[in-house]
């Protein structure tokens, strides 16, 4: 898919802008004020913190995309995701807020972008693949798969995320940015696994993005606190129609049966896995503790936990990306 390189590029692009606004508009308004012991946050508090690292996730499987899936993309973009990680937390502790420094962050992050986005394109030139626009080999149809549902979870993540007091307007905003982004990398990377580009694929890829769009909107318009079932069905669609888009029909229609057993699984795994991972790392890691100390914040009150959902939902989505990274038939058996 020729449009692959350019889509990922400016969707990582517009996570490097989301990322920014998080960490100057969004993040200051969930720090307390004062350091007494009746002020410090409960749990999900640190949503701000969530959904940027959601964000820089995001600018991760955008890179994936612009590299359909090939490992000399792969590697940087995780890598990058680790880094900026690191980064972050960093400038957390300086605190930035304003325009000026939304914009500094903003331009500064896609200049990183940029730069590797040109590295590796130089390097792509020096050692060309064998086949740079047919159909993409298996190993890298198998990665853009698994990424997709990677993006998949996360955006699930995403939209249902809340906080303490669930009034901020901003978090409704955020998690509705983030998770719409999170979709639409999620079908940008099944469609770009297809084996071909026909206008079935494409019409059912455009359905599916609509479709997904409006499952964030309608999760995000149901009151706080009752959004566990919403958020089942959207992961469920999306995912399942992830394995629609990307895995191979062959005689030109689907093995319904296989896409019957990715539907159960896209409806049970992702939460299924949030909570398998959440719980034993909550009891053995206290990570989400550790970063708020590192980033200088106050730490959560002794009655909550400090739960990092967005390390969840990647580790849920990497779990999901081993059920359904399956695009060929051959795989599948």
């Known amino acids: ?24 508009v969004l993040q200051p308004l969930t720090e ?4 007494w ?49 690191a980064a972050d937390i960093a400038i957390d502790r300086v605190d930035p807020t304003g325009v000026e420094a939304t914009v500094l962050l903003a331009v500064s992050g896609c200049v ?5 986005a040109a590295v590796l394109r130089w390097r792509e030139r020096a050692t060309p693949p064998a086949r740079p626009w047919g159909t993409p080999p298996a190993r890298d149809r198998k990665a853009l798969t698994g990424t997709a549902c990677v993006a998949g979870v996360l955006a699930v993540v995403a939209v249902g995320m809340e906080s303490p007091t669930d009034r901020e307007p901003e978090l409704n905003q955020g998690a509705l940015a983030t ?26 890829a455009a359905g599916l993005a609509v479709a997904a769009l409006l499952g964030v909107a309608l999760v995000r318009a149901v009151p706080p606190g009752t959004r566990l079932l919403p958020e089942v069905a959207l992961g469920a669609v999306l995912l399942t129609g992830v394995t629609f888009v990307a895995w191979d029909w062959p005689g030109g229609r689907p093995i319904w049966w296989h896409h019957a057993l990715a539907a159960l699984a896209a409806l049970v795994g992702p939460m299924a896995f949030l909570l398998a991972t959440a719980i034993p790392i909550m009891i ?50």
Do not use: K
């Not at 749990?43 to 959904?51: F, Q």
């Not at 990183?112 to 590797?116: D, E, G, K, S």
């Open 37 to 85: 012991s009746e002020n410090l946050p409960g749990n999900n508090a640190y949503w701000a913190r969530d959904l940027r690292f959601l964000a820089i996730m995001a600018v991760s499987v955008g890179l994936v995309l612009a590299g359909r899936g090939q490992l000399r993309w792969s590697q940087p973009a995780v890598a990058l995701g680790g880094l900026w990680v």
């Open 112 to 116: 990183v972008l940029a730069a590797l």
């Open 284 to 333: 053995l890691l206290p990570i989400g503790a550790t970063f708020t100390a590192l980033a200088g914040n106050s730490p959560i009150n002794g009655a909550d936990s400090d739960v990092l959902l967005s390390l969840f939902g990647l580790l849920s989505g990497l779990a999901m990306s081993l059920l359904l990274a399956r695009p060929t038939v051959g795989n599948r058996r």
């Open 179 to 204: 998770a719409a982004l999170l979709v639409v990398l999620a079908v940008g990377a099944a469609l770009a696994a297809a084996p071909a580009r026909s206008r079935a694929r494409l019409g059912l």
């Open 32 to 35: 307390p004020i004062g350091p």
């Open 1 to 24: 898919m020729r449009s692959a390189r350019p889509v990922g590029l400016l969707l990582s692009a517009a996570a490097v802008v989301l990322w920014a606004i998080g960490m100057t």
